[in-house]
């Protein structure tokens, strides 16, 4: 593939390359597989770390037809089971969140009973022998990991390894401290569109003069750069035109930088798609995430997160700035929504085989080379 240089980096030359066909975005056997291929595979963000925070705390996250109960145990750590009782399958709880008053996870139906980290302590009538054993009973485990404050859980027997799922993001975002971190503000969007067209729209700005005048104004479009594009992690930066400015409805930071954040990253914004179902938008003043829910071929949960320093989040007088940073980008947000649901309908038509990437689209190429490496789909049929 040819390439030209910017800056010392290398792009390719991808003019003429064509898009995913449009039944990718609506087949049912598409999305199914792309469930179990991709979503039970991979490792997938689950929730931040300050959502489960004392001993007891649990919340459920729904991955298609599976349930992970995400519980805080007594040692303090996070742990990951299916929410199915080894008795006869029945689910374990129902609420989204709550706490295990008892510090043990109780069947509703015949009251087995098990530790926080999922050990079968209690069996009513049962007797162990004959095939029966309680050690042998423990919850079935997802895999949990911490990075950063953000949970990530994978649904696989055997799961590669996160940091080489997660090879960019090793030690790229540090000076953020992200773990310290604490969530200001969220809003739930629910979008007619395919998970895959939100990926897409968020990696490319060839469409930001015509939809996104504010943030054009803010981040010329002509400074975007992608320093990272392989594997399931890729991203970059586009540069902030006012000194010390940030992406709030003036332009303004909307706090101080963020812990250690300084030099180029004062005039940066990045944007890293964390496949397939984060973005992670590291701002000099604040950090704000979208954890996308699939929930067929033409629909999603996007869950938009604000994180702020808490001693920015605590003070009364920076409640205006934040709500500033909040403001924006829900616009910006909503801009992009529109689209991308336009998108779903028109690629739904029957004269809509694949479309053109452009030049400014390479990162879309590298997300389509991922998803179908991923598939196993080496020849695509219109």
Known sequence: MKKFQKRGIDYPIIDG???LPGKYYHDEKIYQEEIEKIFY??????????????????????VEDESIILVRDKSNEIKAHFNVCRHR????????KGHFESKTIQCPYHAWTYQLDGN???APLMKEGNGFLKSECSLFKAHVTNWEGFLFI???????????????????????NMADLRIAHHIKYELNCNWKLILHNYQECYHCPGVHPLLSELTPFQSAQHDFSKGAVIGGFMEISKKRGSMTMDGEAAGPPVCKVSGDDLQRVYYYSVFPNMLLTPHPDFVLFHHIIPKGPGKIIND????????????????ARIQSAVDFWDLTNRQDWQV???MQVGTKSKRFTRGYY????????????ELLKALGHSKIDD
């Open 154 to 176: 994978s649904l696989a027997e055997d799961p590669v390894p996160f940091e080489d799922q997660m090879e960019a993001l090793m030690g790229k975002f540090s000076d953020w």
């Open 41 to 62: 595979k991979f490792w997938i963000y689950a929730c931040r770390a300050e959502e489960i925070p004392a001993v007891g705390d649990f919340k459920l996250i729904q």
């Open 340 to 342: 991308c649901e336009q």
């Open 89 to 96: 399958g029945t689910q374990l709880c129902t609420e989204e």
């Open 358 to 369: 452009s030049g400014r689209e390479d990162i879309l190429l590298s997300l389509d080379k």
């Open 17 to 19: 390359q064509r898009t």
């Open 304 to 319: 938009c997160y604000w994180l702020f320093h808490p001693d920015v989040i605590e003070d009364k007088n920076a409640q």
């Open 120 to 122: 079968l302590i209690s």
